[in-house]
């Protein structure tokens, strides 16, 4: 049974493409203010793949002048990422596409289709994306209250995030067990991070009550040459071990999405005392 009391839970989610948080991308790819302005495209994004966020809605996030502010529209247009429609008054209306792929030995991008980005094309061009709670919204535009880095290892966390089958962050991704602790290389080698970088952006985001470490029963399965883990619930404080598991400390964001709270059954989730 999982606790869920303490979670915050979002009635919606942005679609966020993944390659954004892959090694596929060079560190270089984007400034800190691309970055944040891409996320805000793809916040903003309609149902027809357009966008018309623009000045006056970005800079209730982040003070730039206008000046700066085209500069980054300018950048994003050159790297095939948005394109201009039309300007209707002092609106100005764009096409937003997919994140292309980044060819390290030529230096250049490449799309990985030419459609615009709405939850239609992402199931038909098979683009995998990242579910990001709406109530994080202030965190992932804002500059001041996350680093560029922060943001994207909180974006990893629900990369690899699943109440349903691992109850927080994939235990196989990130976990504590015996004293010891296992990170995948990928975890921070995708955001051309060290471990112990890594360690100390997770103790950050557990301040600031964005992540949360949680212990859980286990159970091992050996399937053929693998050896399978199955949540079987968080662990509670006095309860006994069922025969067969263990205890480990797995990362649970904190903020979740209101469908995947409502896809557990209803024995799997409890509320705290």
């Known amino acids: 049974m999982l606790l869920i009391d303490n979670l915050v839970i979002s009635e919606n989610f942005h679609m966020v ?3 954004l948080v892959s090694r596929n991308y060079p560190p270089n790819m984007f400034t800190p203010e691309q970055f944040i302005r891409e996320l805000h495209f793809m916040f903003r994004t ?4 357009q966008s018309y966020a623009g000045y006056q809605e970005y800079r209730q996030h982040n003070h730039v002048p206008k000046a700066s502010f085209s500069k980054i529209d300018d950048a994003l247009i050159q790297k095939g990422l948005i394109s201009i429609i039309q300007t209707r008054g002092k609106r ?3 096409n937003i596409y997919f994140l292309p792929v980044f060819d390290e030995l030529t230096g250049m991008s490449y799309p990985i289709t030419n459609s615009v ?5 992402y199931r038909h061009c098979r683009v995998p994306f990242i579910m990001v709670p709406a109530t ?3 965190w992932f535009l804002s500059s001041k209250l996350l680093t560029v880095t922060e943001k ?5 966390c629900y990369r690899y995030n699943s109440l349903m089958y691992f109850g927080g962050v994939d235990p196989s991704v990130y976990r504590e067990e015996n004293g010891v602790t296992y990170i995948s290389p990928r975890f921070y080698e995708d955001l051309y991070e060290t471990e112990s970088e890594l360690l100390d952006i997770i103790d950050r985001l557990i301040d600031l009550e964005l992540l949360m470490k949680v212990e859980v029963v286990v159970e091992y399965i050996d399937f053929e040459f693998d050896r399978l883990s199955r949540i079987k619930g968080d662990h509670t404080l006095g309860s006994a071990i069922p025969e067969g598991c263990s205890l480990i400390t797995i990362l649970r964001p904190k903020h979740q999405v209101k469908d995947d709270v409502l896809a557990l059954k209803g024995d799997d989730t409890i509320h705290a005392a």
């Open 152 to 156: 994207k290892v909180l974006l990893k």
């Open 46 to 49: 309609d149902r027809n793949g």
């Open 136 to 138: 994080l919204e202030k």
């Open 17 to 19: 493409d993944r390659i």
């Open 92 to 94: 100005t209306y764009m």
């Open 117 to 121: 980005r709405t939850k239609l094309n």
